[in-house]
């Protein structure tokens, strides 16, 4: 199975080309804007692509032909997307259509990745048909990409995911996890909020989902999270447990006295059991995901 990926500099980019470089299933072909900042390319071909640049779309799928399209490119820092609301719409939304062109004309099945914050937090945990109702300009351009695929005839798998992490090289974005950590590392007075509550992904998890939809070539909308559903204060505590660090210098806040641009919602976390029955999806628990964390930042 050919598999095409994009955005593969970024973390669940990255997991993938961990997980199916090494795979005989699979032939790799990865892209992501500008130069692989990933050192350990050995088994995939690398292609510079900006998903916003549509000639350069249908030529590079043309060419390559893939079965698969796992997109993971995006433009994911929130409150940015509420600032440049142009730029987000042409990445998260255009950009898709795009890909979804192109997928449609060599009928190849697309995988597109999107996110709780279509939801508005009122009554999470969310199952797949429940009512979207996004608060921030991120989360309706997400939910503008997934109208765009569901109404076009491609073949689709869209997995919904939320606030992911995990440890790759040289990611412009940081994450929940390692931001924590090493601030509790250094015991830096810390501001978390006590009153948003999200189901905490391991990027890794993700990336089986991928590739179980990849290879099941299942249709439709699939929440794909972690299992544990705690608050953003919860989450830095079971860090700092885990990692034997003090929470002394913990703060805890509520969201209202941050100044944040774009407006998130207060309890998401998703309801697996779609996922877990179709796609056999079992990801790890929040504590087993650390373990996993701290191997991986020893080697
Ligand atoms: N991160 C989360 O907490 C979270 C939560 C819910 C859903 N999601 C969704 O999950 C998916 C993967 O997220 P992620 O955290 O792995 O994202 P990420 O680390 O920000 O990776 C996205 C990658 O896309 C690349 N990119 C940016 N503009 C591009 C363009 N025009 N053409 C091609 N590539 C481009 C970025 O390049 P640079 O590295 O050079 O910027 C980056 O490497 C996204 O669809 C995101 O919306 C993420």
Redesign the pocket.
């Known amino acids: 199975m050919k598999i095409f990926i ?2 593969s ?5 990255q997991k993938l080309l961990n997980k199916l470089q090494y795979s005989r299933l699979f032939h790799l072909i990865a892209s ?3 130069k692989s900042r990933v050192k350990n390319k050995c088994n995939y071909k690398y292609y510079e ?4 640049d549509k000639l350069a779309v249908s030529k590079l799928i043309r060419d390559v032909s893939p079965d698969v399209v796992i997109n ?5 820092n929130v409150d940015l997307c509420e600032e440049l609301r142009e730029k987000c719409y042409d ?1 998260n939304v255009k ?1 898709v259509e795009y890909l979804a062109d192109e997928c449609f004309k060599i009928n190849a099945h697309l995988i597109h ?1 999107s ?2 914050f279509i939801f508005d937090g009122k009554s999470g945990p969310y199952k797949e048909d429940d009512q979207p109702n996004p608060l921030s300009y991120y989360g309706l351009s ?1 939910l503008k990409s997934e109208k765009i695929i569901t109404s076009h005839k491609v073949k689709y798998t869209i997995l919904r ?4 992490f995990g440890v790759a090289e040289n ?3 940081n ?1 929940i996890v390692l931001w924590a950590k090493s601030a509790l590392k250094n015991k830096e007075k810390i501001n978390i909020i006590d009153d948003q509550f999200r189901a905490p992904t391991l990027a890794e998890d993700l990336a089986d989902a991928c590739i179980l939809a990849a290879m099941k070539k299942i249709e439709g909308v699939y929440h794909v999270s972690g299992k544990d559903i705690m608050s953003i204060y919860e989450m830095v505590t079971r860090i700092a447990m885990h990692f034997n660090y003090s929470c002394d210098n913990l703060n805890r806040i509520k969201t209202n006295t941050l100044n944040q641009k774009a407006i998130r919602p207060k309890k998401t976390g998703f309801i697996l059991e779609k996922a877990k029955h179709d796609l056999g999806y079992n990801p790890h628990s929040f504590e087993e995901a650390l373990d996993i964390i701290d191997k991986q930042l020893i080697n």
């Open positions: 994009t955005g500099n970024g973390l669940l980019g992501s804007k500008g692509l900006d998903i916003t993971t490119a995006a433009m994911t990445l950009a990745i996110t709780d997400k995911t939320i606030v992911l990611i412009t974005k994450n």
